[in-house]
């Protein structure tokens, strides 16, 4: 089993940038991909991104293209997500998540919150 903890949250102006840290220990081999994900009150958990851990093949949501980037350190077994121009609309608690290759993702950590202030 895959162990994933996420670091990194905190309170921002509008425009700012933080990065969160997602470290995973434990059969950290069986991970085919790291995804973020986040939620907001009320709000379903939508997907942010996501990285292919033997390749780095990225993917994103629409609503962060060209303003967050994920990236990939297997060496410290750690994904990370830098997120520039932030919006109040970015507010949420975010998440990571690992899945194996031809499956879902089922292995959470326990979420960071983002707060980003207009």
């Known amino acids: 089993q895959v162990q994933l903890v996420e670091s990194g949250g905190g309170l921002v102006q509008a425009e700012g940038s933080l990065r969160l840290s997602c470290a995973a220990s434990?059969?950290?081999?069986?991970?085919?991909?790291i995804g973020w994900f986040r939620q907001a009150p009320g709000k379903e958990r939508e997907f942010v991104a996501a990285?292919?851990?033997?390749?780095?093949?990225?993917s994103y949501a629409d609503s962060v293209k060209g303003r967050f980037t994920i990236s990939r350190v297997n060496a410290k077994n750690t994904v990370y997500l830098q997120m520039n121009s932030l919006k109040p609309e970015d507010t949420a608690a975010y998440y990571c998540?690992?899945?194996?290759?031809?499956?879902?993702?089922?292995?959470w950590g326990q979420g960071t919150q983002v707060t980003v202030s207009s």
């Open positions: 998540a690992s899945r194996r290759i031809g499956a879902s993702y089922d292995v």
């Open positions: 990285i292919i851990r033997s390749d780095g093949r990225t």
């Open positions: 434990g059969r950290t081999f069986s991970s085919y991909a």
